[in-house]
Each structure stands twice: as structure tokens, then as C-alpha cells.
Nanobody, 118 residues
Framework: QVQVGESGGGSVQAGGSLRLSCAAS????????MGWFRQAPGKEREFVASIGWRGVNTDYADSVKGGTTIFRDNAKSTAYLQMNSLKPNDTAVYYCNAVLGRNPMLDWGQGTQVTVSS
């Protein structure tokens, strides 16, 4: 079983950038597709992006296309989410998880808070 822990969140102004990290432990990280999700206050958790186990195939929600890049380093058992040109509606708690398609496979971690001010 892979367990994950998110980090890298913070408070930025609109137009700023953040890089989130998802460190994984446990079973073979490199065999799992990994995804990022987010939950804004009062809203359902939603899919943001995913990356295949080889780091080649990626999938993005329409709402983040163009300003967000997902990548991974299997040697470090870490997945990343680089977010540029952040907007206030990107404010949310961001979570990572192993995924099958856009569906999470594991229990959720604590997440990392991203706050974007205008």
C-alpha cells in the first residue's frame, strides 16, 4: 500500500506560482499512476491532474490546463504539481493520491492548503 504526504502549499498573490510535492512511501510508487485533487471551501473535491506511472501520459482538468504541469520523479518516489498564473479560484486544499483514471485509490492524506489572493 502506498501512503502519501503533500507539501508545498502556501499563500500567494494572483499570478504567482507554487510547486506542490507528494512524497510517497510503502509499496512500489513507480507502478502507480498518481493524481492531484483539490477541495475548495463548500465544494466537492475535484480532479486536477494525473500522470501515468512512466511519467509520459498526463491528464488535466479543463480548469487548470495551460497553467499547471504534473510530473514525477520515481527515483524519489515523489510527484509534483507546478502551478503558474494562479487565480483566486485556485484556492483550495490540494491532495494527491494513486489513481485509476481520474478516480482515487487510497485513503486521503492531510492535503496542503493553497490560498491565492487578488
Amino acid at each position: 500500500q502506498v501512503q502519501v504526504g503533500e507539501s508545498g502549499g502556501g499563500s500567494v498573490q494572483a499570478g504567482g506560482s507554487l510547486r506542490l510535492s507528494c512524497a510517497a512511501s510503502g509499496r512500489i510508487f513507480s507502478t502507480y499512476a498518481m493524481g492531484w485533487f483539490r477541495q475548495a471551501p463548500g465544494k466537492e473535491r475535484e480532479f486536477v491532474a494525473s500522470i501515468g506511472w512512466r511519467g509520459v501520459n498526463t491528464d488535466y482538468a479543463d480548469s487548470v490546463k495551460g497553467g499547471t504541469t504534473i510530473f514525477r520523479d520515481n527515483a524519489k518516489s515523489t510527484a509534483y504539481l507546478q502551478m503558474n498564473s494562479l487565480k483566486p479560484n485556485d484556492t483550495a486544499v490540494y491532495y494527491c493520491n494513486a489513481v485509476l483514471g481520474r478516480n482515487p485509490m487510497l485513503d486521503w492524506g492531510q492535503g496542503t492548503q493553497v490560498t491565492v489572493s487578488s
